[in-house]
């Protein structure tokens, strides 16, 4: 277990930055992917970064980011290898503000078909066809099946919010608080091969079109998660995370 | 939709120090690296190429610290190359921040490589660069062999011929894990008179993963032909903004006022 908080980490803006003082986001430190992007992409908005692989202090993280890249099944491994996968629950149930970024909005859904090859002391996991998420947000993780489009998904791609529906009142939809001035259209940077595909449309707050139309961020309540890389896609993607470090 | 035609700045990167001359003259230090690709990004760029053409032995801890700071600052995809040998190598710049690196030379001295770095750290993190330069034919094709133009392989920057045909390498290093193909012609690079686009388009035909076309970029035309020719999913753009013969913004307005997709 270890915890990291940088030298002179405070509720400092960046030079440039003149953004009043945030709250910690605290990055949740289970060893599937580069997260030193992210931390550089908080702290650059004026956000106090604390990243973590402590069960306790990610259950009781005030703001709570998980990220991720590479395979469904190693990340849940060793999510639950670290007791993670329970303190992500809990920080979630207790309502405060969560963001997974890309594999972290995929970990959230109940399955994934991601299998591949088989994940170690699983052999049968290739067969199987579906490996068991955290199960937060009701659906599954799908291939990206989109030939003769070029998969994995990578490169820059516009996001697009949901049309209103019919019961919205004044027309025009929020984009809900993750993309508060955000427009949409705006381009951000995809890597993947898989897609979320939750089971209740309600969540989706952006979709993106490759082939399929796709799920690209979801919000519900406290959940929020996208599938692309914010801390990769210039000032949009800072804007996404500048909102994430304010919500409340 | 369509993913946006990527435009990626080089720089060429000497013992810390930026190398080629710069547009960018506002700037409190043009050498810096750090500097030149915020300045970069923040005018538009989709994605930072650093070229490290460090000759000494230090050079690791040198580039290290380069990206560590860009990664603080940059927050668009950053690709490292320049003299990345092994497996050690690539971890190293990918922990101090690069977001994939670049292996030339060393993949063609020990193909395996590409294998190792892309089951390690995802086909997404490992760029292929290859040197191609055209071949004469001077001698009849054998029976089975490519017909029409033909390229081989060069490494060492352009000083030591391989024998191997590009498009046999390409295909290649793509069953092994490559995530991307950059590829330069060492006919145009540097001339500022437009890409190779028979090569480009050669390679574009039998790669399934995304191709970023180097050298020769001088006009706006050229970017464009590089696409609509070339079948490039990216362009490296190095003389041509580093000259300030045109800026990033102007490219991609020139590309999407006809029409192509573009992050503006």
């Known amino acids: 277990m270890n915890t990291y908080v940088g030298p002179g980490e405070s509720a400092r803006a960046p030079e440039g930055e003149a953004t009043p003082a945030a709250a910690p986001v605290t990055i949740v430190d289970?060893?599937?992917?580069?997260?030193?992007?992210?931390?550089?992409?908080?702290?650059?908005?004026?956000?106090?970064?604390?990243?973590t692989s402590d069960p306790e202090r990610v259950a009781r993280a005030e703001r709570l980011v998980l990220p991720g890249v590479g395979s469904f099944g190693r990340a849940m491994d060793r999510l639950k290898g670290m007791g993670l996968d329970e303190a992500v629950r809990d920080h979630v149930r207790s309502g405060r503000p969560f963001l997974g970024v890309c594999l972290g909005l995929q970990l959230l859904l109940s399955e994934s078909e991601e299998t591949g090859s088989p994940v170690a002391g699983r052999p049968d996991s290739a067969v199987a066809g579906r490996i068991p998420g955290l199960g937060l947000v009701p659906g599954v993780v799908r291939r990206l099946d989109v030939a003769p489009l070029k998969v994995p998904h990578v490169g820059w791609n516009q996001f697009w919010y949901p049309a209103p529906s019919p019961a919205s009142i004044g027309g025009a939809p929020s984009p809900g608080p993750?993309?508060?001035?955000?427009?949409?259209?705006?381009?951000?940077?995809?890597?993947?091969?898989?897609?979320?595909?939750?089971?209740?449309p309600a969540v989706v707050s952006a979709y993106c079109d490759y082939g399929i139309r796709f799920a690209c961020a979801i919000s519900r309540g406290n959940i929020h998660a996208v599938q692309f890389h914010p801390e990769k896609s210039g000032p949009v993607g800072l804007a996404i995370l500048r909102n994430f470090s304010s919500l409340g | 939709m369509a993913l946006a035609i990527r435009i990626i700045p080089c720089l060429d990167v000497k013992d810390g120090r930026v190398v080629k001359g710069t547009h960018f003259v506002s700037l409190r230090d043009a050498g810096d690296p750090v500097e030149l690709a915020a300045a970069y990004s923040d005018a538009g760029a989709d994605e930072i190429v650093f070229l490290d053409i460090t000759a000494s032995a230090e050079r690791r801890a040198t580039v290290l610290d380069v990206v560590r700071r860009t990664a603080e600052r940059v927050f668009v995809p950053l690709t490292v190359g320049g003299g990345l040998r092994t497996v050690d190598d690539v971890r190293s710049a990918l922990r101090a921040g690069a977001d994939k690196v670049s292996v030339n030379s060393a993949a063609v001295r020990r193909p395996e490589l590409v294998r190792e770095a892309a089951d390690a750290f995802g086909s997404q993190c490992v760029v292929v660069a290859v040197d191609a330069r055209r071949?004469?034919?001077?001698?009849?094709?054998?029976?089975?062999?490519?017909?029409?133009?033909?390229?081989?392989?060069?490494?060492?920057?352009?000083?030591?011929?391989?024998?191997?045909?590009?498009?046999?390498?390409?295909?290649?290093v793509q069953t092994l894990g490559a995530g991307e193909i950059l590829l330069t012609s060492m006919n145009t690079d540097g001339t500022q008179a437009g890409y190779d686009n028979e090569l480009n388009a050669a390679v574009a035909g039998v790669l399934g993963i995304p191709l970023i076309a180097s050298g020769g970029a001088g006009s706006l035309a050229d970017l464009y032909d590089a696409v609509t020719v070339g079948h490039a999913d990216a362009l490296l753009v190095a003389s041509m903004f580093h000259y300030g013969t045109h800026t990033v913004r102007e490219a991609k307005e020139y590309l999407a006022a006809r029409g192509l997709p573009v992050r503006l």
């Open chain 2, 135 to 172: 071949v004469e034919q001077r001698v009849a094709p054998r029976a089975g062999a490519r017909v029409g133009a033909r390229w081989e392989v060069v490494i060492d920057g352009g000083r030591t011929p391989t024998g191997l045909d590009v498009l046999d390498w390409i295909e290649r």
């Open chain 1, 178 to 200: 993750l993309f508060e001035g955000v427009p949409e259209g705006s381009h951000v940077y995809f890597v993947h091969s898989y897609h979320a595909d939750p089971d209740d």
């Open chain 1, 30 to 51: 289970y060893g599937a992917g580069n997260l030193a992007s992210v931390a550089n992409a908080f702290r650059y908005v004026g956000a106090p970064v604390v990243v």
